[in-house]
């Protein structure tokens, strides 16, 4: 079982969609969460950070982290053809020192229709 | 947002070459800079953490001889592909640590290196 399981889609939704994407992990010492945004050919760029369970919203994108079920969400909403990218989670154990390191899901392929 | 670099953006070269791959936080101090490598429609896989002033810490796999990492000053770190095989084909990707509230890694824009 990998660490931090991301369904790839692809996923494909009409603009203006409310989009929900998704990471499972197997290892409970994982305490912060990421969701990045990778536009093909680029490096990843961050859109959400958070430690604790609960929800964090930033704009129209909201990030839920459920640790009981160490399952995380990224939900978009009004989504727009701009957002059309690979969405990566990423998780670590501690957020900095000596074994700082992130561990990332597969990423998703979201495409929003025009 | 902060920017790191990385030079070339693309490169091609033949079996048995090696490669310089450059990393650079163009307006912080990165102590601290990760290499990754990332196939087509596969996750970003952590090859090594490059330490300014000290050897790098490599991942299990990854062949510290092939994968030569040097993190010589506060802004910059390289990554040598030595004897490049086909195998080696990829999209490396660096990422240099900004110590803050959140210590966010920051991503280059990668390097798609192809070896004929």
């Known amino acids: 079982q990998k660490e931090v399981e991301q369904d790839p889609g692809p996923l494909s939704v009409p603009e203006g969609a409310i989009v929900s994407l998704n990471c499972t992990y197997s290892?409970?010492?994982?305490?912060?969460f990421m969701w990045y945004r990778q536009y093909s050919r680029k490096g990843p760029e961050l859109l959400m950070y958070?430690?604790?369970?609960g929800n964090k919203e930033d704009g129209r994108f909201t990030a839920q982290v459920d640790k009981s079920s160490k399952y995380i969400s990224l939900f978009i909403r009004d989504s727009q053809p701009s957002d059309s990218a690979t969405y990566l989670c990423?998780?670590?154990?501690?957020?900095?020192?000596?074994?700082?390191?992130?561990?990332f899901g597969k990423g998703t392929l979201l495409t929003v229709n025009p | 947002g902060a920017v790191v670099s990385q030079h070339p953006s693309r490169v091609i070269c033949k079996s048995g070459t090696s490669v310089k791959i450059e990393c650079r936080s163009l307006?912080?101090?990165?102590?601290?800079m990760f290499w990754y490598r990332q196939f087509p429609k596969q996750s970003l896989m952590l090859m090594a953490t490059?330490?300014?002033?000290?050897?790098?810490?490599?991942e299990q796999g990854v062949e510290k001889d092939k994968f030569l990492i040097n993190h010589a000053s506060l802004t910059l770190s390289t990554l040598t592909v030595t004897s490049a095989h086909p195998e080696d084909s990829s999209f490396y990707i660096c990422?240099?640590?900004?110590?803050?509230?959140?210590?966010?890694?920051?991503f280059g824009p990668g390097t798609r290196l192809t070896v004929l």
């Open positions: 990422s240099a640590l900004h110590v803050s509230d959140y210590n966010e890694q920051f």
């Open positions: 290892n409970s010492a994982f305490q912060y």
């Open positions: 958070t430690y604790s369970s």
């Open positions: 990423a998780m670590s154990k501690n957020s900095g020192g000596s074994n700082y390191k992130l561990t």
């Open positions: 307006d912080f101090q990165a102590t601290t």
């Open positions: 490059s330490n300014e002033g000290s050897k790098a810490t490599y």
